[in-house]
DNA sequence: CTGTTAGCGCATTCAC
DNA sequence: GTGAATGCGCTAACAG
């Protein structure tokens, strides 16, 4: 073995004094070797360190056993979640997992794809930025490997998708807050083009209008200073609110922050309902109830649905008709006390 | 194209009535090619939705273009956050990340090191789940790629690491306590084994023992119960503490429960700092003082480490002297309310 | 049970 | 400027 290089299966032939068919039988599970050439020819695998060029394997036609991921972020938690679910998955399937970042820029979701095609990655898990690209869609009919999206779908395209129900989960927040006997609920977004966001709208306004409530929504909040700005504007309007529905993490935190610096009694004044789980929702005073979702299991299933598309792909040949209708997975509310709901435990 | 199956570089070439190595040039960047040629295999490259196979260029001996991290799990913040910044580097180097997950079980550090050599990567960022792994050192001097560790080092070897300075900041926070007037300090470390906790424990352990205080070090916090154990029987304790210090993330946080249950005044009773930040310490109340990492900066320098190795080795062949030393970061305490320190802003 | 052979898709000589 | 030929490391027929 030449430094510098790692030793080929050839090599590993030659110093065994077999021909590489053999070796190759032997790293592919021994079947059809007698024990004594298998031992020698282990034995000189492990002397040398060789180990297979997945390369080569890859030309001969055979899968790469990687699967790419595109998310917005690795640094956010609910998709550093997803991502270890879908670590674990691959895993158990013997693949490996390449994960790529777009900070939720379209252009980068495209970019990622082809650059994970070029790899060669068996298939793809996508929480795509923009919900209504077409060209994600016909690039994702072009590439002939498995697509599946998670928490976002691409609308009009029959790329199956993984999401939470958050059309339901909004509206049973929203239902929740008015069953404590909130009259106001306002609703704050944060960024509301995403489809999870605008899903999550829906819920809200259906909610509030089948109670003949009034519909306030507020999509102005960004940060802290965005979320301060917004609701003193709230509590010092004519038609104060006794509740809030925040859409995302962020708002939450922020609307909580806010409601913490102004000593507003919560849920006595102004009860809140987040929408996604966080860690510490727990542990802040009053806890933050939310609607939580099932954040592992997004990557699971969404992981699961992909590969068990190269089983199909394997035997069909074609497409598999595994559903054309996203899997949708339950979100369910946590109660704690920022909603109204006594404290336990 | 043969359904199923992606175009190849000369069914693009027949396409365009041009030879193999005319579309190999306009793939690579379309040198000495006339304009029009160009452009004809440009369209069809496009037509056909061509992508260069990488695992052919990788037989050819180029660089897969991929780097490899091994982390305990992609779901705790700290090590996602690393990833978060390894992602944009390995990007800006044209390169992708594949990433496995051990849950600090040191066997998967070997299994991962062998599978992601075996698809070839250009190089290896490692939190090795055990400093003093001889296995992961001799295994990395075999393999002829460059490894960087990032967070902890693997002792008695010469592979370059990342890390922060875990004695320094538990030494400083430790400081900062005494110079709050606590006298009777407790460290909390959570489990203890790991190579960042122990430095962690040696920082506190010099401070202490400098100020000629008693140094108390409890290992038996895994979680809330043991947490709520470990701090009633200190309160009830003669040498009731007046200061804790916690040596990780989820330590901290079942002390501050704890704390916040058994309604003990933090920290007019008990000061706390904790090591290692979280997203919502400023919005606990009391706000909590921690030892704050610069976490992109470990991922970010670490993978900036790796590349650099990479031009290195094309240009020097064997291995580059760049330093033998660890590359430690500084980390700084962040004043909130727990330690004492006034509330700002 | 084992070896020989022929490509997989591409980059790279070297001629034209 | 361009093309034909060669081989990277490996697997999959086929022979033996």
Redesign the interface.
Known sequence: MK????PTLSEVARKAGVGNTTVSRVINGGERVSPETLARVQKVIAAL?Y??????R??KGHR?R?IGMIVP???D?FF??C??AV??VA?ANDS??????TQNDPHKDLENM???????VDGLLIAPANSKSDAIRD?AA???IPVVTLDRPILNSTIPAVLTDNYQGARCATEHLIEHGCKRIVCLTGESTLFTIQERMRGYRAAVEEAGLTCTINTSVKDYKSAEYAIESLLASAHQPDALLTLKNSTT?FA??VL?KLNIPVPQQLALIGFDD???AT???PAVSVIQQPVEDIGRVAAELLFERFED?ARA??KSRSGKRPVTLENCLVRRSSCGCPAHS
Chains 1, 2 share one sequence.
């Open positions: 430094k510098g290089s790692l360190g180990r297979p060029n997945q390369a080569a890859v030309l790469t990687t972020s690795l640094a938690p550093s979640s991502a270890e670590q674990a895993r490996l997992l390449i994960v790529t970042a082809k650059m994970l095609v070029s790899h060669r690039l072009r590439i002939s935190i909580f922050e913490q966080f860690e510490l542990t802040l005073r792909g040949g074609t």
